[in-house]
């Protein structure tokens, strides 16, 4: 064993920086960065501001209003 951190890991001292999923800036992904995976609380908010308003969605099938899978069907007299 080297002792050089072995796993593919950063340099000693050099912060890991990928890029701001808001704005594409780098930013620091440590423990010590308040607002990570973010550059800034300003992006945070534009990314929690996107959420909160449904800017986000997951594609999904659109609802059937249309009435042919009724739950509760009326009984036949």
């Known amino acids: 064993m080297s002792g050089e951190g072995g796993s593919g890991s950063p340099k000693a001292g050099t912060p890991r920086t990928v890029p701001c999923p808001a704005c594409g800036a ?3 992904f440590e ?10 609380e300003r992006c945070r908010m534009v990314d929690l501001g996107a959420w909160a308003s449904e800017s986000y969605r997951i ?3 659109a609802d ?7 739950e509760n ?3 036949d007299e």
């Open 64 to 70: 059937d209003d249309e009435g042919g899978g009724e």
């Open 26 to 28: 780098k930013s620091v």
């Open 59 to 61: 594609p999904g099938k």
């Open 31 to 40: 423990p010590w960065n308040p607002w990570r995976p973010f550059c800034s």
């Open 73 to 75: 069907p009326e009984p």
